[in-house]
């Protein structure tokens, strides 16, 4: 059963003549964790407030639940649709206790049972009568959640939740708000523009660009099988290459040699298309059957990011983005082996990479 | 829902809360337009255009002896303006005003009522007060020069207004704004006498020879007393005010154009008038008799050591009677139909706004 | 048609078109506010084409020219003073800095009227200095001189504050610069510092012009007429059709100043900008006793010497039983309309300024200047209004102590809205958009969550409100209703009598009122 369904909604802002969301159809599952994903100006947030009920749409119509709340002829505010919402900055009330801002507009006489339960969900029992900037940083976070949850909402929408927090906690609370949305059973959406973000917390990723939607899909369909050469490079990083289908249907030929490829889009053999090869795919291997020269070494940490310049049958070269496991030994100038694991390769489309 | 509804009152109520607020400060003022239609003769409204440290002594004696409470605007000369445009919304109800040229122009304009019956009005000469006694007039004022002793002698000042513009007493001498009643009054009888054409330009030359142009005449007999001018134009109380002062006092008068076949000083009066439709008739009427009860008509005078017009009322002993000089012609109650033709005149004349 | 009016109303909020009932309130705020000023320039037209020719051919230039020529005169010794103080104050070693910055500031809380009535104490025809030195000054203080001098000496902290505070946030970058490329001190000053000061020192100068066009008690205090006291005179003694047009005058020239001072602001490329690093100051050297002697001679005489002048008339005043019931009576009466202004301002400044801030577009922008219309024009313009309105639209506010108050509203309520929106501007929006989804509708976001978070800029603001009507006087002197005086309405009707020791006690009352809202002004600037 969808919660949310979105049917042809545009909205354009006053003095923009490309629309912010241009006839986005979408529905979300009750239950589902969904990330709007994408770059800035792409009509993610936009999307999230049309939800919300902040921003009108032009044409299209918008339900929650059974409800229509914005159409030709419909309109609920944003009071009235019950969905909770976090805010990027939190935007807890600075006058206001954390009780107080958790149980603010609740009725009377569950107030004080429900601020203690959901303070509880978010781990910060204990902490009512605690000003918001007596707060650091993850617990304002939880406290911004558990305001939004308080109510019981069908839907609550995040806007870009853990922009504002540091790289370590930023992960804690990664899991921890997937733990308490899942504990509350309701369903969320989320804005963001951080990939890692969108992998590691959503059921499903839409992609949006340009105020439409690139791609749906769960976090591995998005990261291993873009379907465009935007997702491909907006979420990880990512080699395109030009080639073309193979005979055997299973791999494409390109100018580095073929590769095994589970994710044509079942292409006739012969089919010149542009194919993303995931750094991640490419796997250093002294027996490896293509080779290059180490340009550049940056090592990460978690990984060394190489990139290789190959020969290429023409005699021309090119560069390549290969990630080596961390404990090897990468300088520039040496030469490398290395092959392509078929799992991160995909086919994005027809034609070359442009 | 319900909470929603709830800070609407609350912000209603704070709304409510301020205009609350405004309405005490409004009521404290018992303001008559709140209550237009009751006649309570608990209150009375007085406009009036003469200086307050003469009017409000009056106006206590008046509370004291009868328990009603006045509310009183020093409006100054815009008494005349101000109840041309209450009109439709009228809030006063007694005007003292300082020329009987306003009160009968009111009066022609229908903005002031005949109060009846009035006790003791015929101690007022019918010449001094309206036809339908809508205003009475109750002291006499004579348009004077006085001048410093200490700088000049009374040969060295003019003997007639006329010569007010002879460049020789140019820069010595201080006159009021245009729009003062004193001087409405005065330019009134003198378009009489001189015609408008005449008029005109020796007002336009007086306001170049005048030392001064001040807003009252309290101004003049300050300066003059304290010698910064010569001489100045004014009423002839305010010589006998400049007497009373303990410093700068030297001071001489000259009532002009007595000489043979000369105008004559021209003479104005101060009164009361009843406002038609105003809050409160049964005390403005109240007032009236009270008023001309001898001793409060005295008051009136005396206040501003003013010539009472009923010639029964003892005169304060410094003032020259009526009688002892030659008066201009004019009748008192003519002010009144060439009033607003005289303030055209005197705006076009150019001496209209300007203080120097 | 209704869908065209539906796209119009989108247009005009931006897409966004708030809360009915909010827009509906702050429309009604608007209008009320900018209806006095609006009601006077269509009353000018039934003047009539005879009474509009003659006032053009013979009232208007020479009021021009009076007005203009003071307002320039002014304005050119305001920046002067204020320029050069601030120089010194900022950028000398000038002993008592510190002191200085703030006690300079002093004279704005000296309404003019009340600084021409202290001079005329001493500088008058009678005044002290005739009684020291036998004679009165050679120049009579009532005069275009007398009112130079008093306007200068009270206006110019406008310029000194504005520029003295470009000055300080100025970095010492461009002077350096500068001086590596040759230039001396003097040359720096004179190609640097100044150049880059201009926009900061035109602001302080348009303050000080619209100042003196607005102007009424210290000109008609010292018979110097400008196009506010010919006004006041004209409704007064003559007829107010004709004021209205003289009003029609006075409201051009003042929107040419702010139409020119738009114009400038729009132009001036230079943004003093970076992190202000301490300026090294400059070592006047020998000049240091010379300078600190400017500068305790301008606050002798633009703070000192009046107060001075106040204190001694008070203290006889005071002997003389000028504290009586009536005193305390007029002292109640200036708290009630002020008060009552103050509250007001503040309920009014939150739902025009909320638009504002929260609905940025067309139509939030035009409300907002509307509600700004009687706060750039001179009192006796919004009191002429205000009279003409309420007689014939507002009858039972007419001739009632709230009428004054309405008069204050409309001439103040953008310092209480300025002060409230830089309050709102550090609330985030999505604190309302926390609420609205909390369950709360947009006029209870207003209540609940957005009042008690601008509380210190409302109070700030109805702080501000309150002792600017202590201090106005036109519109009071025109709008009393009988019975009912003020302290600033006595100042005048004593100081008008000569009666220094009645006028003095109250003067000084305001005075001291007037010292409180320099703290949040200085904490601006």
């Known amino acids: ?142 406290v911004a959640l558990a305001r939004a949850l308080a109510a019981r909402p069908l839907v609550v929408l995040l806007d870009e939740p853990f922009a504002s927090l540091d790289a370590d906690l930023r992960v804690h609370m990664r899991a921890e708000v997937r733990r308490i949305l899942a504990e509350a059973g309701t369903t969320a959406v989320f804005v963001s523009h951080d990939q890692s973000d969108a992998l590691a917390i959503s059921d499903t990723i839409v992609v949006m660009r340009d105020g439409r939607i690139e791609q749906v899909g769960s976090p591995r369909e998005i990261y ?131 | ?170 820069g010595m001498f201080a006159i009021t704004r245009g729009g003062n009643s004193g001087m409405i009054g005065h330019v009134s009888a003198l378009r009489y006498e001189w015609g408008d054409e005449r008029t005109e330009e020796w007002i336009a030359a007086l306001k170049e020879n005048a030392g001064a142009i001040m807003e009252g005449h309290g101004d ?88 009472p017009i009923n010639p029964e009322i003892e005169a304060v002993p410094e003032a020259r009677p009526i009688s002892d000089y030659v008066v201009h012609a004019m009748p008192l109650r003519e002010l009144g139909t060439v009033w607003e033709d005289t303030r055209t005149l005197i705006e076009r004349a150019g001496l209209d706004l300007e203080l120097k | 048609m209704k869908a065209t009016l539906a796209r119009i109303r989108a247009r005009a909020w931006n897409g966004q078109p708030p809360d009915g009932r909010l827009s509906v309130v702050a429309a009604l705020i608007a209008i009320v506010m900018a209806m006095p000023v609006a009601y006077v320039v269509w009353r000018s037209a039934f003047a009539g084409v005879d009474r509009w020719a003659r006032l053009l051919d013979t009232r208007v230039p020479g009021l021009l020219w009076s007005t203009v020529s003071l307002a320039v005169g002014v304005t050119a010794i305001a920046v002067a003073l204020g320029v050069a103080l601030a120089w010194l104050v900022h950028r000398t070693d000038l002993p008592g800095q510190r002191i200085w910055r703030w006690t300079l500031a002093l004279p704005l809380a000296i309404p003019p009227y009340v600084g021409a009535i202290a001079y005329i104490v001493v500088l008058g025809p009678r005044g002290w200095v005739r009684d020291w030195l036998g004679a009165p000054p050679p120049v009579s203080i009532y005069s275009f001189a007398g009112a130079l001098f008093v306007l200068a000496v009270f206006t110019y902290p406008y310029v000194f504050l504005v520029t003295g505070a470009a000055l300080s946030r100025m970095g010492r970058a461009h002077e350096e610069a500068a001086r590596s490329l040759g230039l001396g001190p003097l040359g720096v000053l004179r190609r640097i510092t100044l150049p880059m000061l201009r926009s900061a020192i035109g602001a302080g100068a348009v303050l000080v012009i ?170 006796v313009i919004v009191a002429l209004g205000l009279i003409f309105f309420g007689i014939r639209y507002l009858p039972w506010l007419y001739n009632t102590a709230g009428m004054i108050s309405l008069a204050y509203v409309v001439r103040f309520l953008p310092q209480a809205m300025q002060s409230t929106g830089s309050s709102l501007a550090l609330v985030s929006p999505r604190i309302d958009e926390a609420a609205r989804v909390s369950g709360l509708s947009p006029l209870a976001v207003i209540a609940r969550v957005i009042t008690p978070l601008v509380r210190p800029g409302l109070l700030a603001g109805g702080a501000l409100v309150f002792v600017s009507s202590i201090k106005e006087l036109p519109a009071t002197l025109l709008l009393r209703p009988a019975g009912f005086d003020t302290l600033a309405v006595r100042v005048w009707v004593e100081a008008s009598e000569s009666v220094y020791y009645l006028a003095a006690p109250a003067a000084l009352v305001i005075v001291a009122f007037s010292v409180l809202p320099l703290k949040w002004l200085l904490d601006r600037y």
């Not at chain 2, 003769?41 to 509370?63: G, H, Q």
């Not at chain 3, 005193?327 to 025009?352: E, I, K, R």
């Open chain 3, 210 to 379: 619209l100042y003196v066009l607005s102007d009424f008690g210290a000109v008609a205090t010292l018979r110097y007429t400008t196009f506010t006291s010919a006004i006041y005179y004209q409704m007064g003694g003559f007829d107010t059709l004709s004021a209205t047009v003289l009003s029609v005058v006075l409201i051009a020239l003042t929107l040419l100043v702010l139409g020119a001072e738009t114009f400038g602001r729009r132009r001036a490329r230079f943004h003093p900008s970076g992190a202000p690093r301490p300026a090294d100051l400059v070592e006047l050297g020998g000049w240091r006793w010379t300078a600190l002697g400017f500068v305790v001679a301008v606050l002798t005489i633009s703070v000192l010497l009046p107060v001075g002048v106040l204190v001694y008339w008070s203290v006889i005043g005071v002997a003389e039983g000028a504290l009586d019931a009536r005193f305390w009576g007029y002292a109640l009466n200036t708290a009630q309309v002020a008060g009552g202004a103050a509250l007001v301002s503040m309920v009014a400044a939150l739902p025009v300024v909320y638009l504002r801030s929260r609905h940025a577009s067309l139509a939030s922008a035009a409300l907002e200047r509307l509600a700004y219309a009687g706060y750039a024009l001179p009192g």
């Open chain 1, 1 to 142: 059963m969808a919660e949310i369904v979105l049917d042809t909604v545009t909205k354009t802002y006053p003095g923009i003549t490309s629309p912010a969301v241009d006839a986005l159809s979408l529905e979300i599952k009750a239950g589902s964790v969904v990330t709007l994903l994408g770059p800035s100006g792409c009509g993610k947030t936009t999307t999230l407030r049309l939800i919300a009920g902040f921003e009108r749409p032009d044409a299209g119509s918008i339900s929650i639940g059974e409800a229509t709340v914005a159409g030709p002829t419909a309109w609920v505010p944003p009071e009235r649709r019950g969905v909770g919402m976090v805010f990027q900055e939190h935007a807890l009330f600075p006058h206001l206790d954390v009780a107080s801002n958790v149980g603010f507009n609740l009725p009377r006489a569950e107030r004080a049972e429900r601020v203690a339960e959901t303070l509880e969900l978010v781990d910060l029992a204990g902490y009512d009568r605690r000003m918001p900037h007596e707060l650091s940083g993850g617990q304002q976070q939880r």
């Open chain 2, 1 to 170: 829902m319900s909470r929603s509804r709830l800070s609407i009152v609350l912000l209603l109520g704070i709304f409510l809360l301020a205009s609350a607020a405004l309405a005490g400060c409004t009521g404290r003022d018992s303001t008559p337009a709140e209550a237009p239609e009751v006649s309570t003769p608990e209150s009375l409204v007085v406009y009036s255009s003469r200086n307050e440290k003469f009017v409000d002594p009056l106006l206590e004696k008046f509370t004291a002896d009868t328990g009603i409470e006045v509310s009183v605007l020093h409006a100054g000369d815009a008494v005349v303006n101000k109840l041309k445009e209450e009109a439709g919304n009228v809030q006063a109800d007694i005007v003292i005003a300082n020329d009987i040229g306003a009160l009968e122009y009111l009066r022609l304009e229908g903005l002031l009522a005949s109060p009846g019956e009035v006790e003791g009005i015929e101690s007022i000469n019918a010449g001094y007060r309206a036809s339908d006694d809508s205003w009475i007039a109750l002291s006499a004022r004579t348009r004077v020069l006085m001048y410093n002793k200490d700088l000049v002698s009374e040969e060295e000042i003019p003997s007639r207004i006329e010569d007010l513009t002879d460049p020789a007493y140019g």
């Open chain 2, 220 to 307: 003049i007999r300050r300066a003059v007393g304290a010698g910064e001018f010569a001489f100045g134009l004014v009423n002839n109380y305010y010589y006998h005010q400049q007497l009373a002062e303990p410093t700068g006092n030297n001071v001489g008068v000259v009532y002009p154009d007595q000489g043979p076949g000369e105008m004559g000083a021209v003479v104005n009066g101060a009164g009361v008038g009843m406002v038609a439709g105003g809050p409160n008739p049964e005390a403005a009427r109240v007032f009236l008799e009270w008023v001309l009860l001898p001793e409060n008509q005295r008051e009136f005078s005396w206040a501003s050591l003013e010539v």
């Open chain 1, 224 to 354: 291993q099988f873009p379907h465009t050469r935007f997702v491909a490079e907006f979420v990880g990083r990512t080699n395109l290459l030009a080639g073309r289908i193979g005979e055997d249907g299973d791999s494409v030929v390109t100018d580095i040699g073929v590769a095994p490829c589970r994710h044509t889009h079942d292409l006739p053999p012969g089919t010149p298309v542009t194919v993303s090869v995931r750094a991640d795919s490419l796997e250093l291997d002294a027996e490896g059957p293509l080779r290059g020269v180490v340009r550049e070494a940056t090592y990460t940490g978690r990984s060394i990011d190489a990139m290789v310049e190959i020969q290429l049958a023409d005699g021309g070269t090119a560069d390549v983005l290969v990630h080596a496991h961390p404990e090897q030994v990468i300088t520039c100038g040496d030469e490398v082996r290395f092959r392509v694991l078929p799992e991160f390769v995909a086919v994005i489309g027809e034609g070359g990479p442009g």
